[in-house]
T-cell receptor, first 113, second 115 residues
């Protein structure tokens, strides 16, 4: 069965610093991978997705992620963060049957000045 | 207006009460989902529905039931609420796509507290 591990529960960074949020997945079949962001008191919003093709995926708000099949990872990166990027970030993988998403436990990104 | 609307946004109730959370969508998606979010646990799937006549249990369906009244409406019920069902509940929708390649679109959530 598929599973998702987000390696850091909290990531504190200073404004304009680069950030990487790490996500590993386990699956015996080809998968589709997603990153979502949750701002306070809001629902989840899609940041980016990997379906196939180029392993470097660009999303909204300057985020990008790299799919690495050999390391079963899908890490999220941003070269320079803003205060407004403070939020919780979730990595998700489609389940084997393609019927639902399996979410990681989330990483809280805290950006301070 | 939001594409996926959840009502109520907040609810406080007592143990043993019956609670219904409602979700409606204007995206025209066939698939709808209910999740619960607990701090440090991420989102866990309660139920999902691929059309009006299709209802499926998710990872944590015990203590919950659902009704798909129309393509656009999917409600979640707690028949007899208990304190450990206190959580943030999300409804989501998606197109069918192929093998799960379609992203899900989320409502803003219902914060449910059971005393």
């Amino acid at each position: 069965a598929q599973s998702v591990t987000q390696l850091d529960s909290q990531v504190p960074v200073f404004e304009e610093a680069p950030v990487e949020l790490r996500c590993n997945y386990s699956s015996s079949v080809s998968v589709y991978l997603f990153w979502y962001v949750q701002y306070p008191n809001q629902g989840l919003q899609l940041l980016l997705k990997y379906l196939s093709g180029s392993t470097l995926v660009k999303g909204i708000n300057g985020f990008e992620a790299e799919f690495n099949k050999s390391q079963t990872s899908f890490h999220l990166r941003k070269p320079s963060v803003h205060i407004s990027d403070t939020a919780e970030y979730f990595c998700a993988v489609s389940n084997q049957a393609g019927t639902a998403l399996i979410f990681g436990k989330g990483t809280t990104l805290s950006v301070s000045s | 207006d939001a594409d996926v609307t959840q009502t109520p946004r907040n609810r406080i109730t007592k143990t043993g009460k019956r609670i219904m959370l409602e979700c409606s969508q204007t995206k025209g998606h066939d698939r709808m989902y209910w999740y619960r979010q607990d701090p440090g646990l991420g989102l866990r799937l309660i139920y999902y529905s691929f059309d009006v006549k299709d209802i499926n249990k998710g990872e944590i369906s015990d203590g919950y039931s659902v009704s798909r009244q129309a393509q656009a409406k999917f409600s979640l019920s707690l028949e007899s609420a208990i304190p450990n069902q206190t959580a943030l509940y999300f409804c989501a929708t998606s197109d069918p796509g192929t093998g799960g390649n379609q992203p899900q679109h989320f409502g803003d959530g219902t914060r449910l507290s059971i005393l």
